[in-house]
C-alpha cells in the first residue's frame, strides 16, 4: 500500500477518519477560494458594484457545483464497493466509465448553463445597477464548468482508493495560480473580466493534472486511452446513487437563491454583507462536507468487503469527530468574524449585519454535523434517495415556508437568517429518523440470514 493510501477496512477508525476528511475539506476550502480570491480582489480593487455582482452569482455557482459533487458521490461509492469487495477489473472499468460520463456531464450543462444565464439573474431580482456585470460573471464562469466537473469526478476516484492527498496537491497549485493570475489582471486594468477569465481557466489545471497521473498510475488507477466506455451497469449505479445526492445539495442552493432575493430587498448593505460573510461560511463548512464524504466511502469500503458492523462503527466515530471538531471551529469563527468581515473592507453597518448572519449560521454548524453524517452513511450502503428527500423537505421546504410567512410578517435581515438553524433542526429529525429505519431493517435482514 503507498503511503499517501488510507486503509479503510482495518484497524481503529478515529485516526484513518481524520486522516481522510481534512485534506477533503481542504480541497473544499481551495474550490471556494477561487470564488473568494474573486471578491476580495474585486472588493479592494474593482469596486463594491462588481463585488456585489458576484455576490449575487455565488448561490448560483453553489447549485451547480453541489450537483455535480452530488453525483461525483456516485462514483466514489461503486468504485469503493469494487475496491473493498477486490474487485480490481470491475473498478477499472467503473473508472474508465466516470470519466466519459464527466466530460459528458460538463459539457452538457455549460450549454444549458449558458442559456439559463440571462432567466436566472433576472428571477433573482438583482438590482439594475449590477447586473450587467452578475451576467458577465457568470457567462465566463460557465465556461469552466467541464474542468470544475471533471476535477470532482477524477478526485472521487481517487479518493474512493483511499488517496486523498493527491486531489488536493493539484487543486492547491491551481489555486496558486488563480491568485497569482489574478493579481496580474488587476494590475493590467481587466477589471471583472480579466479576474473571471483567469477562474476560468484555473479551473482546467487540477484535472490536467490528476489525468495525467492516472495515465502513468499503476495497478487500477491506470487509465488505457483505448478503455474508455461507457459500462451501463455502472453508470446506472452511479447516477441512481449520486442523482439524488446532487439534487439534494441543488435544490438546498435553489432555496438559498430565494434567501438571496430576500437579502436584495434588504438593500446594497445586507448584500455586501451576505457576500462577504459566506466566504467565511463556505470555507468551513467543506470541513462538515468532509467528514460526511469520508464517512461514505469507508462504509462503501466495508459494505463492499461485507463488513456491516464496521461500517456503522464509521457512522458513530465519523459523527463524533465532524461534531467535535466543528464545535472547535465555530469558536474560532466567531472570534474572528468582526476582524474577517473588516478585513473586506465594509463599512460599519455591513459589518454588524455580517456578524449577526455569522452567529445565526456558523454558530448553529453544530446540527449540521449530524444529518450530513447520517445521510453520509446512508449513501454509503447505497440509500440515496431517502436521505435526499428529507433533506428536501427538512431544509428546503423549511426554508421556502419560512421566507414567505414569517419573513412577510416580521420583515428584517435577522429574521431571514433565522430560517438556517430553524431548518437545520427540521433535518436533522427527519434523517436520524431515517437512519435509524434503515439501521433497523439491516439487523431483521442480519438475523434472517
Known amino acids: 500500500m503507498g503511503p499517501s493510501r488510507i486503509d479503510m477496512l482495518h484497524g481503529p477508525l478515529l485516526r484513518p477518519l481524520f486522516n481522510f476528511a481534512i485534506p477533503v475539506a481542504m480541497i473544499g476550502i481551495l474550490q471556494q477560494l477561487f470564488n473568494t480570491t474573486d471578491i476580495f480582489i474585486l472588493g479592494r480593487f474593482v469596486g463594491t458594484a462588481a463585488l456585489s455582482a458576484v455576490s449575487n ?44 460520463l464527466a466530460a459528458l456531464i460538463g459539457i452538457g450543462f455549460t450549454v444549458l448553463g449558458e442559456m439559463l444565464v440571462t432567466p436566472v439573474i433576472h428571477y433573482m431580482d438583482v438590482p439594475p445597477e449590477v447586473i450587467d456585470d452578475a451576467e458577465l460573471y457568470l457567462r465566463v464562469f460557465l465556461l469552466g464548468m467541464p474542468g470544475m466537473v471533471m476535477y470532482d469526478f477524477v478526485s472521487a476516484i481517487y479518493r474512493s482508493y483511499g488517496n486523498v ?57 491506470h487509465i488505457y486511452p483505448g478503455a474508455f466506455h461507457l459500462n451501463k451497469a455502472d453508470v446506472k449505479e452511479i447516477l441512481r446513487i449520486g442523482i439524488p445526492a446532487g439534487l439534494q ?30 466566504v467565511m461560511e463556505l470555507n468551513t463548512y467543506p470541513f462538515i462536507i468532509a467528514f460526511g464524504q469520508a464517512i461514505t466511502t469507508f462504509t462503501g469500503q466495508n459494505n463492499g468487503a461485507g463488513n456491516e458492523k464496521r461500517s456503522h462503527e464509521v457512522a458513530y466515530y465519523g459523527t463524533l469527530l465532524s461534531f467535535g471538531f466543528t464545535a472547535v471551529m465555530t469558536v474560532v469563527a466567531l472570534l474572528l468574524s468582526r476582524l474577517f468581515l473588516q478585513f473586506f473592507g465594509l463599512d460599519e453597518e455591513a459589518v454588524e449585519l455580517g456578524v449577526t448572519r455569522l452567529y445565526l449560521i456558523v454558530g448553529f454548524y453544530f446540527l449540521c454535523t449530524i444529518y450530513e453524517s447520517l445521510s453520509a452513511s446512508m449513501r454509503g ?69
Not at 182 to 202: K, R
Not at 396 to 402: A, E, H
Open 381 to 449: 450502503f447505497g440509500h440515496s434517495l431517502a436521505p435526499a428527500i428529507a433533506m428536501t423537505i427538512g431544509i428546503c421546504m423549511t426554508r421556502v415556508v419560512w421566507i414567505y410567512t414569517i419573513c412577510e410578517m416580521y420583515p428584517s435581515f435577522t429574521m431571514i437568517m433565522y430560517c438556517y438553524p430553524v431548518s437545520w433542526l427540521a433535518a436533522d429529525i427527519l434523517i436520524g429518523a431515517m437512519y435509524w429505519r434503515m439501521r433497523m431493517r439491516l439487523k431483521r435482514r442480519m438475523a434472517i440470514a
Open 57 to 100: 452569482d455565488i448561490p448560483i455557482i453553489g447549485i451547480l457545483v453541489t450537483l455535480f459533487i452530488g453525483v461525483s458521490l456516485g462514483s466514489n461509492v461503486v468504485i469503493a464497493r469494487y475496491m473493498g469487495g477486490r474487485k480490481y477489473r470491475a473498478a477499472s472499468v467503473a473508472i474508465h466509465t466516470t470519466l466519459v
Open 165 to 221: 492527498r493527491t486531489p488536493l496537491l493539484a487543486l492547491l497549485l491551481a489555486g496558486i495560480c488563480n491568485a497569482v493570475a489574478d493579481i496580474i489582471v488587476v494590475s493590467l486594468g481587466w477589471g471583472l473580466l480579466g479576474v473571471v477569465g483567469t477562474t476560468v481557466a484555473a479551473n482546467y489545471v487540477g484535472p490536467v493534472l490528476l489525468l495525467r497521473l492516472l495515465r502513468y498510475g499503476h495497478g487500477v488507477l
Open 249 to 278: 445539495g441543488m435544490v438546498f442552493n435553489v432555496a438559498n437563491m430565494i434567501i438571496q432575493a430576500a437579502i436584495n430587498n434588504q438593500g446594497a448593505e445586507a448584500m455586501a454583507a451576505s457576500g462577504v460573510s459566506l
